[in-house]
């Protein structure tokens, strides 16, 4: 068996935890191989809506098991406080949620060093969701960080209070003295809770489900263009957010991989600071946010608007191996007579289709219009009631691409959902 990936290719928020729901009565094991409570990832099902940081979105099906892979960064006060949550909708977790040894922990410590870098960049900050992401996710190729198998460490507390004093001097640095011992305590609580849960050496287990014949669905967080390598860095997360991902955040061969599915808007969002080429501060920004609800799942931040954006598209389809799309957010654009799509960008009088490398550059959208639909979708639950503009819009962004639309998405729910191609 392969692992198939489901992961976002845009600035994150397409969708991915609706789709992860939907899409996991076909598997046997969902696995989270990035990012940490940064991500918010929400559900809907039965009149109940859920955001998820940590836990993978397979949560809710049982018999189903959910695996925090080695690439993820976990914060036991955060991840408490959302297994109680989870727990209160009567799903029992300590059966279904497997963790990683080697994923590592986010330390009180790193949340105020997350907070006294932003604050020391003043206006050039990242606009990080200052969950201490950075900061451990450098520890982590620093070779300093603290890991969920440490926690059963006798050493544990030493290990903890060494990485705190490096901490502390660095925020020395800063000039930053954060009041951290409420958090520090609900922390250690947090931590005695996290060892409550089945902690395990994840490769092994990914891969022996895959040797047992078991279907695995890698769950990306984030999206590709927040990718620390690719994204438009430095307003990136600090993970690998692409496929590639998957097989370090897992431990899976490259050749173990199989369906990539390239989850993405029908426009585009971004939720902090940097380059949004499409970004639109008009009205029709404001008519996209308003319809979208586009808030920040972890943060509450408003979201930037803008019309979707084929280069950036391409782009990430192209460093993912995307072999099949879906297409979130579709109903959003129902009231909208005129959609833009961005096709290429425009320098100076120079044509690119390229992604930048610079973030400064300036450079115009060159648009496509297409006419809207001026239909309610979100009740539609088969292709063949579509409307013809919807389906123009569908096949440009197909043959564009290169690579099907499997699914659209017409509302939150997990029942608004249509894969096309179906008799
Ligand atoms: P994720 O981080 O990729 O899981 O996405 P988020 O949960 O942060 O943001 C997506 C938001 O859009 C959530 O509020 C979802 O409930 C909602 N959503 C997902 N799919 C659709 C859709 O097709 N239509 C509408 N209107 N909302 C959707
Ligand atoms: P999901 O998984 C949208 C953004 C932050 C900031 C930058 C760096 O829900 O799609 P960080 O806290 O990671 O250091 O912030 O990345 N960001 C997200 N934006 N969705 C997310 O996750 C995000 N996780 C981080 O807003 O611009
Ligand atoms: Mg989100």
Redesign the pocket.
């Known amino acids: 068996m392969k692992v198939d990936v489901l992961l976002?290719l845009q600035?994150?928020?397409e969708g991915?935890g609706k789709i992860v729901d939907v899409l996991t009565p076909k598997y046997d094991v969902i696995a989270r191989f990035q990012?940490g409570p940064?991500?918010?990832?929400s559900l809907e099902f039965n009149e109940i809506k859920h955001v998820l940081h940590t836990i993978p979105s397979g949560i809710f099906h049982p018999d189903k098991k959910n695996v925090i892979g080695n690439g993820v960064v976990i914060d036991p006060v955060i991840f408490k406080k959302e297994v109680e949550e989870v727990t209160k909708l009567g799903v029992d977790l300590t059966k279904n949620l497997l963790i990683s040894k080697k994923a590592h922990l986010i330390l009180p410590s790193h949340r105020a060093l997350d907070a006294a870098s932003e604050a020391a960049k003043g206006n050039s900050k990242?606009?990080?969701?200052l969950?201490g992401?950075?900061p451990t996710y450098m520890d982590k190729t620093g070779r300093n960080g603290l890991r969920v198998g440490d926690t059963l460490s006798p050493n544990f507390m030493e290990k903890y209070k060494q990485l705190k004093e490096k901490h502390n001097s660095l925020l020395g640095m800063y000039d930053f003295k954060p009041e951290i011992s409420d958090y520090e305590k609900q922390w250690f609580e947090g931590v005695e809770f996290l060892k409550s849960f089945t902690i395990i050496d994840s490769e092994y287990a990914i891969n022996n489900y895959l040797a047992e014949g078991k279907a695995v669905l890698a769950e990306g967080?984030?999206?590709t263009l927040?990718d620390i390598d690719f994204g438009s860095y430095p307003?990136?997360?600090?993970s690998n957010t692409i496929c590639a991902g998957a097989c370090t955040g897992l431990g899976v061969a490259p050749n173990r991989i199989g369906e990539v599915f390239g989850i993405f808007k029908a426009y585009c969002t971004r939720?902090?600071?940097?380059p949004f080429p499409t970004e639109l501060s008009d009205d029709t920004g404001a008519k996209l946010q308003k319809c979208g609800h586009e808030f920040g799942?972890?943060t509450g931040r408003p979201r930037r608007c803008g019309w979707l954006d084929m280069v950036a598209l391409k782009y990430s389809v192209m460093i993912n191996g995307v072999t099949s799309l879906i297409m979130t957010k579709a109903d959003v654009l129902d009231t909208f007579d005129t959609i833009k799509v961005c096709v290429a960008y425009n320098q100076d009088g120079k044509m690119t289709e390229l992604f930048p490398f610079d973030t400064e550059a300036k450079f115009d959208p060159v648009y496509l219009e297409f006419d809207g639909w001026n239909i309610d979708t979100t009740k539609l639950r088969h292709q063949n009631e579509f409307p013809e503009e919807l389906n123009a819009y569908i096949n440009f962004i197909e043959e564009e691409l290169g690579i099907p639309v499997q699914y659209v998405s017409v509302g939150p729910d997990r029942e608004q959902i249509i894969e096309l191609g179906e008799e």
């Open positions: 976002g600035w994150g928020d991915k990012g940064n991500a918010g990832h990242i606009g990080s969701t969950k992401i950075g967080a984030q999206g927040l307003f990136v997360t600090s939720v902090g600071s940097g799942a972890t």
